[in-house]
Nanobody, 122 residues
Framework: QVRVVESGGGSVQPGGSLKLSCAAS????????LGWHRQAPGKQREAVAT???????WHAESVKGRFAISADKRRNMVFLEMNNLQLGDTAVYYC????????????????WGPGTQVTVSS
């Protein structure tokens, strides 16, 4: 009932910037508990940033001050603005949709996109 697709990844040098986009489509009227996660080679997937329906956001300590999550509710899109990228930010970045609303009911989905690669190298 929900399809999630990320875009915007690429290769940059340390200190560079990228903006990731996540588009959600399907049969729903609203989204809830949206987030960005990443998984580096040989490491577990970790949460990077989340945003609620009310716009409240959370960022991991490792990216606070450098990354910023935002959302466009009308277009069902979530963004991750990444600045001052560091070598340790290299990972596959995934978008997650926690819940969708159909009618008056919130339904848990925990839907993931296929991911987009971000590589930071000098």
């Amino acid at each position: 009932q929900v399809r999630v697709v990320e875009s915007g990844g690429g290769s940059v040098q340390p200190g560079g910037s990228l903006k990731l986009s996540c588009a959600a489509s399907g049969s729903f009227s609203s989204l809830l508990a949206l987030g960005w996660h990443r998984q580096a080679p040989g490491k577990q997937r970790e949460a990077v940033a989340t945003i609620s329906e009310d716009g409240d956001y959370w960022h991991a300590e490792s990216v606070k001050g450098r990354f910023a999550i935002s959302a466009d509710k009308r277009r069902n899109m979530v963004f991750l603005e990444m600045n001052n990228l560091q070598l340790g930010d290299t990972a596959v970045y995934y978008c997650n949709v926690g819940y969708i609303r159909t009618g008056t009911t919130w339904r848990h989905r925990d839907a993931w996109g296929p991911g987009t690669q971000v590589t930071v190298s000098s």
